[in-house]
């Protein structure tokens, strides 16, 4: 009882292709201090925040600043048939940055530069390792944000790579509408360019998109253009809270459907809140709540905000609280943002399983509460957030992670979600990624037939299967 | 100097494969009537709207009534290694539908129905013969509409294949944000699913986006997903006529830095305004004029109307003239879309060689005045409007298809203008395709490594090369 049980649900397959001495010596010898074979920075580079935990780290780490360097590295890489896998922050939730072929870990952190502003064009250009924070701080004088917002401070390559969102996806779109041209490093590193700064083109195959999403399976993006949006003139946000998560979940889609071009709308249910206040001393009303915000003009805002009041008492809503001032939304999305530490430091020691369903907003109902009253039935203590404008909503199912049953019983419940997810037309994964988690939902979803034109695309483009081999699907 | 010169320069590259009497048989007994090989079936299937003349229609044309129909289709023709050319109206401005390499026509004009209207998700599935006129008339009743229009009445099969856009991208994008899913045969005549109705999804690679602007070289799009939205509540149309193109230039350019979600916004210059109102008698004022349409709540739209106006007067335009009701609206956007036919008709005779360069908007004025120099020094007879708003406009160079003289001057106005896009950080192509007019400059445009990744996927997912091949980029 006492020895953990040997947990085999969340063990990826591992087979370590090995990694020659002299590819680590010739990467010596073209990085010198670059390179780093030290354990704690290999242990570092071999974990994200996955439920994962028995991968052995790579088994060196470039430290790449520029795409020479980034070329570099592949194509040394692709001498040795290692594996290569790029790395921004560390923040994937699915086990995109996990070695379980071995290889090398390509860090693009000091790859840090902002490149251009054009805010006449509401276009940047920045490298993978600038953060989505670090850009807003970059523009913001300029009456510029980049509003796409996956909780973490990620790299916005990195953002990229998953295809992120966030809670202001619901009004300004996701990292697929947000990138506009791409630098990447192919499989044989070679430097190519896709797309350009122009808002729309008809040119040829829609590669940035395509590379947009790839998981790093594809290339490695080493220059981002993006756009950028001006600061809305009038800024409103507010909390307003709901006896049950059905009222919520229903002020929600008769906002959307009624097309109010609503910012961001976010549920925080009862339990989490709990945690949130508990972590972040915020001292919010602890019931099911709609965080919800409003940009425009300053009559654009007072009018949609008065269409979802009403909307929202009809639905039982109370006490609409305003956040007005920059700090009192600050705080409010800060505590958002850190629901999913929040969540963990409830449980010492707990990893989170995190789901990630994705349905079309008539459906949000029905996926949502059933879904509710079977993790509740299971015992598992769990959080409940959601962007809830798109549809798209997580339960992190906390689990000790030495209980195989936990474990088991919280991966039921996911495979259960995303099955009621799929059949009411939804997705398994609205902004997380496939990774090595959801590896086995994405062929329920799309179909043996998709992925085998996946793979042929992999197999084309990656032919000795360089590039975070073991991802998505299975070759 | 009476015989006409023989014109080189859009003589596409013709190499016809054969097309062996076993594969017209197996049609025939596959598909009867609905096979044809009837000499004016053929050669209505072998032209569009591009200024290419001299290419022998295809071989036979099958008239699919089902997916099962394409996917047969393929299948027989790939045993033969005969192309396959997907058509939907045949309204392709580049080459497109013309089979420089023989093969088969793939009508899917049949393929009409609309399969779903999920009003509350804001979506609709369709089969891809049908029209953006079609689908827009069977669904406002519910209060929904389909915004992209690329002038013609296109089929949304063929709008996907060429990522179309139109007059209210500037608000509502392009196809290439409007697709949500597709169902697609692929070159060996299998069906796949790509995408989801979920409004964001993580879930692999993006095959939607990849087929979205593959001109039916990758695969045979069968069936969409698409995103419709509520008719606004508020519209309002307007005319301003401005003293030069750069003061309209500029009213634009002020206008979307502004951020104002203005749904439209064309310019039309005076001389072509002149073949619009000879065409259809619309009796508008004979300057340079833009055409602008507001949405939103009524209060909204007042707000965007009364910035744009004020913007518009700094830059001396005159004469605002506003279109509120829908009648009038229909006459004003009917006359911007019979601008083409308008232009072509003021020459009896004359084929229009169409520009399509986007660029940044704050390179806009730019790109466009010095070509529109360029274009008067020449002496071609031309029209000339645009999707300002995006940053894309067109010149139509409206050329007697027999003078090598007239083609090369108009070939060498257009090359000079996509240089100058490309300089500027812009595309060939922001909405007509690449298909055989604009292959050098898609190669100038995104290098030859860029091409090679285009290439090699090609290759993978059509090994025989039979789907609308040679068409984007040689192989």
Redesign the interface.
């Known amino acids: 009882m006492n020895a953990p049980s040997t947990p085999t649900h969340l063990l990826p397959e591992v087979h370590q292709r090995p990694v020659p001495p002299a590819l680590i010596e010739a990467l010596r010898a073209r990085f010198g201090a670059q390179l780093s074979t030290a354990q704690a920075v290999r242990e570092q580079h071999g974990r994200d925040e996955s439920p994962f935990t028995n991968v052995p780290p790579p088994a060196a780490v470039v430290f790449a600043e520029s795409t020479a360097d980034v070329a570099d590295t592949v194509r040394l890489a692709a001498q040795h048939e290692v594996p290569v896998i790029p790395f921004g922050v560390g923040s994937s939730l699915e086990g995109h940055l996990l070695a379980v072929q071995g290889g090398i870990s390509l860090d693009v952190s000091r790859m840090n530069r902002v490149l251009a502003v054009?805010g006449?064009?509401?276009?940047v250009t920045v490298q993978p390792g600038v953060t989505r924070k670090q850009l807003n701080e970059a523009i913001k004088d300029l009456g510029l944000f980049f509003p796409i917002d996956p909780g973490a401070d990620a790299s916005l390559g990195g953002m990229a790579a998953?295809?992120?969102?966030g809670t202001n996806?619901v009004r300004y779109?996701?990292m697929?509408?947000n990138v506009l041209a791409l630098e990447v490093v192919?499989a044989s590193g070679?430097?190519?360019?896709?797309g350009?700064?122009?808002?729309?083109?008809?040119?040829?195959?829609?590669?940035t998109?395509?590379f947009?999403?790839?998981e790093g399976t594809?290339g490695v993006i080493t220059e981002l253009s993006l756009r950028v949006?001006?600061l809305p003139e009038g800024i409103s946000a507010a909390i307003c809270s709901f006896p049950t998560i059905a009222d919520a979940v229903q002020t929600t889609?008769e906002t959307i459907?009624?097309?109010v071009p609503i910012a961001r709308c976010e549920l925080i249910d009862a339990n989490t809140v709990k945690m949130v206040n508990a972590h972040s001393k915020l001292g919010l009303r602890e019931a099911h709540l709609l965080l919800m915000e409003f940009h425009?003009?300053p009559?654009?805002v007072k009018?949609q905000a008065e269409t979802v009041q009403a909307i929202a008492h009809e639905n039982h809503g109370q006490d609409f609280e305003w956040a007005s001032t920059p700090e009192e939304r600050t705080r409010l999305w800060t505590a958002r943002h850190n629901a999913y530490f929040a969540a963990v430091q409830s449980r010492p020691g707990c990893r989170a399983i995190s789901t990630?369903t994705?349905?079309?907003?008539?459906?949000l109902a029905d996926c949502l509460l059933d879904s509710v009253a079977e993790a509740d039935a299971s015992g598992i203590p769990y959080f409940l957030v959601g962007h809830v404008g798109?549809?798209?909503f997580h339960f992190g199912y906390l689990i000790d992670p030495n209980s195989a049953e936990e474990r088991a019983q919280a991966e039921a419940l996911n495979h259960q979600l995303v099955r009621r997810a799929?059949t009411l037309?939804?997705?398994?994964?609205?902004?997380?990624?496939?990774g090595l988690h959801?590896m086995d939902f994405?062929v329920e979803?799309?179909?043996a037939?998709?992925?085998e034109?996946?793979r042929?695309?992999k197999?084309?483009?990656d032919p000795k299967n360089i590039l975070n081999p073991g991802k998505?699907?299975q070759l």
């Open positions: 054009n006449e064009d509401l276009t998953t295809r992120a969102s996806a779109g996701t697929r509408e192919t070679e430097v190519i360019r896709t350009t700064r122009a808002k729309k083109s008809s040119a040829g195959y829609d590669l998109r395509l947009v999403g790839s594809l949006y001006p889609i459907q009624l097309g425009g003009s009559s654009s009018e990630d994705c349905v079309p907003i008539s459906r798109d549809g798209n799929l037309g939804g997705t398994c994964t609205g902004e997380h990624g496939v959801k994405l979803e799309a179909g037939g998709t992925i034109v996946m042929t695309i197999r084309a483009l998505i699907f």
